[in-house]
């Protein structure tokens, strides 16, 4: 039997589509998992025996955080004392604590563990109007270590209402094993670990921590072009502490994102615009980092980069799991306008996933959408640490609150 449409009406729509369309008094029509139709609620197409009356509250496509490294074991509470007592990020990596760190902690806990730890966290993030979301490997840096991570990943998107999308970022810091053999590390990841996972189904996309403490470019090129010719998408952590040219190795690889991009110049703008690279910015990295550059963000607004936030949840850069906390920082402190921030954890962010059908509320897209007791859409990055989500509907199915019929 095939579904019949539901109404949604009563609201106020910001749809995210590329000419910014808002619908004072609208309504959304879904049939199964897909929009139907969007518009003014006088001009409503159809009529249905399911109608929700959304009482004038605001409706967005559901949040999508892009980047994140949720899965994880452990804290990392005592290194954020050295943070803030003077140490640097890279000082804390470079002897022995930080990734590696917490990859002890992520061996040392069972696919059990991981997924209640991970779950946790996931928790916040669907409370505050997150439908989909990317989460990375990276603290395995074993062959199985990595594959339990990614499973984990998969079997997240399985229990809870969420499209997951996973990345391969074992390429993340050298591990013990390799130490001082980094060529040999990045060999086992071209020749046998990516092919086995992408084989096994758990890899959507590769990434690489392309940093002077973690990975140069000609080792990330390697990787990279394997993953081309897997047909796999490629992120890239550029930029975050220094310059050594990962953006442009990334966008010549035709990069769906690079991240953080605090050291890009402008001649990395134009070749992340050349090459249709989304530009995604991790202002609580960035924060709790106490880190004074700041990403590019005039020179990405004049060469058109798309710009997406995410909240980069890990226990060592970035220890939250609020996207709504990314997008407020966007604007403080980053400068983003509250329009350039809500389209950033929306068409942005999906197409910083390659999802060509998220993000928007317009026909033919899911129909995955938040409810929100606002006066505007502004007012999701006005607050600081107040969730006004009152509805979450995902894939034409309400998975948080609940509504009138
Ligand atoms: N950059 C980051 O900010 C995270 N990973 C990365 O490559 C931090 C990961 C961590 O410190 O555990
Ligand atoms: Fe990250």
Redesign the pocket.
């Known amino acids: 039997m095939s579904a019949a449409p539901v109404i949604w009406r009563n609201t106020r729509i910001a749809t995210c589509d590329a000419q910014g369309q808002r619908f004072e008094r609208g309504a959304l029509v879904t049939l199964g998992d897909r929009i139907e139709w969007v518009g003014p609620e006088a001009q409503l197409p159809v009529t249905a025996s399911t109608q929700h009356d959304l009482q004038g509250y605001w409706l967005t496509p559901g949040l999508i955080d892009c980047h994140t490294?949720l899965v994880f074991a452990g804290h990392?509470a005592g290194e954020w004392r050295e943070l803030q007592a003077g140490a640097s990020?890279a000082q804390i990596a470079q002897r022995g604590g930080?990734?590696l760190s917490?990859v002890r902690a992520t061996r040392g806990a069972s696919e059990s563990e991981l997924f209640a730890a991970a779950a946790a966290r996931l928790e916040c993030l669907l409370a505050e109007g997150v439908t989909a979301l990317e989460i990375k490997s990276?603290?395995g840096l074993t062959l199985s270590d990595e594959r339990k991570m990614l499973r984990v990943a998969r079997a997240l998107g399985q229990h809870y209402p969420v499209s997951v999308r996973t990345t391969f970022l074992a390429a993340?810091a050298v591990p013990p094993e390799f130490a001082g053999r980094a060529d040999d590390y990045v060999a086992a990841l071209t020749d046998e670990w990516l092919p086995a996972l992408h084989a096994e189904g758990l890899v959507d996309a590769v990434d690489v921590?392309c940093e002077h403490i973690?990975f140069d470019v000609g080792q990330a090129a390697r990787l990279l072009e394997r993953a081309q010719r897997l047909q796999l998408a490629i992120r890239m952590?550029a930029e975050?502490l220094s310059n050594i040219g990962a953006s442009q190795l990334a966008a010549r690889c035709g990069a769906l994102s690079c991240d953080?991009l605090e050291y890009s110049t402008v001649a990395d703008v134009a070749a992340m615009a050349r090459a249709g690279t989304v530009a995604v910015l991790?202002p609580i990295?960035f924060f709790h980092l106490q880190m004074t550059q700041v990403p590019p963000i005039a020179a990405l607004r004049r060469a058109q980069v798309p710009m997406a936030v995410a909240s980069?949840c890990?226990?060592?850069?970035?220890p939250s799991a609020s996207l709504q906390l990314a997008m407020a920082m966007a604007a403080r402190v980053f400068g983003l306008t509250p329009e350039e921030v809500l389209l950033a954890a929306t068409r942005h962010a999906a197409q910083a996933l390659g999802e060509a059908r998220r993000g928007v509320l317009a026909a033919g897209y899911k129909a995955d959408f938040a409810a929100w007791d606002v006066s505007g859409p502004e007012d999701i990055s006005y607050w600081l640490g107040r969730n006004l989500c009152r509805l979450v509907v995902r894939g034409g199915v309400v998975t948080q609150g609940n509504v009138p019929a």
Do not use: C
């Open positions: 490294h990392r990020y930080g990734i917490t990276g603290y993340h921590f973690a952590h975050q953080h991790l990295a980069d890990n226990p060592g850069s970035a």
